[in-house]
């Protein structure tokens, strides 16, 4: 199992959360950006194996593959089911729109539990090997209670989430 751990020397994280336009607009924007000693071309090729999406899940969470993508194939669908409070079953839908290797794809959500999601998984060249830089654009659900508990519910959960991904990706793709 992979634990996060905190940032060595070379992997620069960074997180950002920008609201587009005034404090109330429904967009709202996560980042999360990571340097990898690796080749693009290797970063790339992690979130491309058959395994990949059942690494990047956190142990912690309570989800449950129900079909995954190819991400080389737009239009192909991954379905996760998750349970809320042990009780509650939500089903994510999302679609792969864009796939231009070794440099980005994105998955947008079709249906789940947020009023809109797009992700970009962006992988761009740097002096040390790759940024990694993952790019979500959403609506949290809830209207303006959602964009209210975003900072307290949401934010903090996809920090810890993305994490744990990037360094899950790091230790694969920086070994030899």
């Known amino acids: 199992m992979v634990r996060p751990r905190a940032a060595r020397p070379y992997i620069a994280a960074s ?3 920008a609201v587009r336009g ?5 967009l709202m924007q996560f980042v999360k950006e990571s340097i990898i000693r690796a080749a693009p071309e290797r970063v790339f090729a992690f979130h491309e194996l058959p395994d990949a999406f059942e690494r990047l899940l956190p ?3 309570n989800l449950k593959i129900i079909q995954k993508a190819d991400i080389s194939t737009i239009g192909s669908r ?7 409070f042990g009780i509650i ?3 994510w839908v999302a679609e792969h729109t864009k796939y231009d290797p070794p440099r980005l794809f994105e998955d947008v959500q079709i249906s789940g539990p947020f009023a809109s999601w797009r992700h970009q998984h962006l992988i761009l060249l740097h002096p040390g090997g790759a940024i990694l830089r ?5 609506t949290p659900p809830f209207s303006i209670l959602g964009r209210i508990a975003a900072p307290l519910l949401i934010i903090p959960k ?5 994490d744990y ?3 899950v990706t790091c230790q694969w793709a920086e070994k030899s």
């Open 134 to 138: 993952d790019e979500i654009e959403y």
């Open 59 to 61: 142990p912690w969470e």
């Open 165 to 167: 991904r990037h360094e």
């Open 78 to 84: 991954a379905i996760v089911e998750q349970k809320i």
């Open 89 to 91: 079953r939500l089903r």
């Open 15 to 17: 997180h950002r959360l």
């Open 158 to 162: 996809l920090q810890r989430m993305f």
């Open 22 to 26: 005034s404090e109330f607009q429904r």
